[in-house]
Each structure stands twice: as C-alpha cells, then as structure tokens.
C-alpha cells in the first residue's frame, strides 16, 4: 500500500495562537489530498479538498479562513488551524490517493490537536 | 447527500468468536473501502471493496453494489481486533463519506 505521513502526532497550543499540520504522500503523487476531521466517538467527517497549485474547496459549514490549506507540492499538503479555540480541539486526519482513476485512499497517521 | 449507515454500533465478542459488520448506503457509489481505527486514532486500510468478495487471513467482506450494502466478517476474533470499523463510499468526486462506524471490543 501507499505511505501518508502525517506531522505532528499530537499538538497543544494556546487559545489564539496557529498550528500547522503536514501530510506528506511518501511514495506517489498526488494532485488531490484530503482533509477530514473526528471528534470523540464520531465518525470521520470531511472538511476539504486539497487541490495541487490551486485553491481548496471546502464542505459546507468549513470556515476556510480558520482552516487555511496549501498544497504547494505534489506530494505535500499542509492545514493550518488559525486563531485555535478549545472548540477546534478535534483530531484532523489527511489522505491522498495515487493520480490516476478511482483508486484506494490512504490516510496519514493522524494529528491530534488539544487547545487550552 | 449519501447516508451510510452501519450496524451494530457496539459489539461485544469472546475471543474466538465470528461476527458480521453491515454497511448500508443510500445511493449508488464508485467505491467503497473497509477501515479498521486502532486506539491511537489509525485507520488501517482493510479492504478496497467496489464490488463481490474480498479475503484477507481471517478478515473478508463482500460488497453487493446493487442492493447498497457491504458486509465485513471477521472470524476467530482476537484481542487486537477491538477497535472501530468505518466503511467508507465514494460517489464519484474521490471525496470518501465515512459510515457511522461499529465499535468491538473484544475480551479475553
């Protein structure tokens, strides 16, 4: 299967202050990655997609200026968390697939974000 | 939008035991894959199931894409086997809609 790598595992940050999170496809391509996020003993529900060298296009109720998203690189898409409230504490977890027609998703190992 | 509905929410099994996890969706979809969530948050990648029957060691799922369902069995079920199962649909645009999720927990 493919690699997702996902950085950092967990992260504490202070009310009002931004994190960045990574996710890294190590050996594949890809122009689309995805964004999603679980709050405890939920579902895993989907914030947006990240486009190669253009925009994100996020789900509907998704605040994309609180939840910034670049994927500058094929194989690297980063979210960014801006001006964190407790409210945002949730676990985000990225996937990608390989280019190319309908293919299995892989999902990075996950980053769990607590903010106090 | 899809609904993807999976029973039964909880599940409880003795050690050896075989179960059945069912995944039911609302409209027709291009793929649908099987995860398994360990305790540290992990989605494990199951199965990659469009269609028909898929096995993997004491793990395998068939998806009937014309009557909306998928199931997952396992069978001889082991401690490490707890956790949370998602089944997950794709209807198209590669964006995956995860199911509602069954959590086993598995005793000695």
């Known amino acids: 299967g493919a690699v997702v790598s996902q950085h950092p595992s967990w992260v504490i940050c202070k009310s009002g202050t931004s994190v960045k999170i990574e996710c890294r496809s190590l050996d594949f391509q890809a122009t689309t990655m995805f964004w999603y996020r679980q709050f405890p003993k939920q579902s895993l529900m989907l914030m947006a997609t990240?486009?190669?060298?253009?925009?994100?296009?996020?789900e509907q109720g998704v605040e994309k200026d609180k939840f910034l998203i670049n994927h500058a690189s094929l194989t690297l898409s980063t979210l960014t968390v801006t001006s964190a409230h407790p409210e945002d504490s949730s676990f985000y977890i990225c996937s990608a697939r390989r280019q190319g027609g309908p293919t299995e998703a892989f999902f990075g190992q996950g980053t769990r974000l607590t903010v106090v | 939008g899809i609904q993807v509905e999976q029973s039964p929410p909880d599940l409880i099994l003795q050690e050896g035991a075989n179960s059945t996890l069912r995944c039911n969706f609302s409209?027709?979809?291009?793929?649908l894959q099987w995860f398994h969530q360990n305790p540290w948050g992990q989605l494990i990648n199951l199965f990659y199931?469009?269609?028909g029957t898929k096995q993997n060691g004491r793990l395998s799922a068939t998806t009937v894409a014309t009557e909306r369902y998928s199931l997952l069995y396992i069978s001889s079920s082991q401690t490490t086997d707890s956790g949370v199962y998602f089944c997950?649909?794709?209807?198209?645009?590669?964006?995956?809609?995860f199911g509602t999720g069954t959590r086993l927990l598995v005793s000695p």
């Open positions: 997950a649909v794709d209807t198209g645009f590669q964006k995956l809609v």
């Open positions: 199931i469009p269609s």
């Open positions: 990240s486009n190669e060298g253009s925009k994100a296009t996020y």
């Open positions: 409209d027709s979809v291009n793929n």
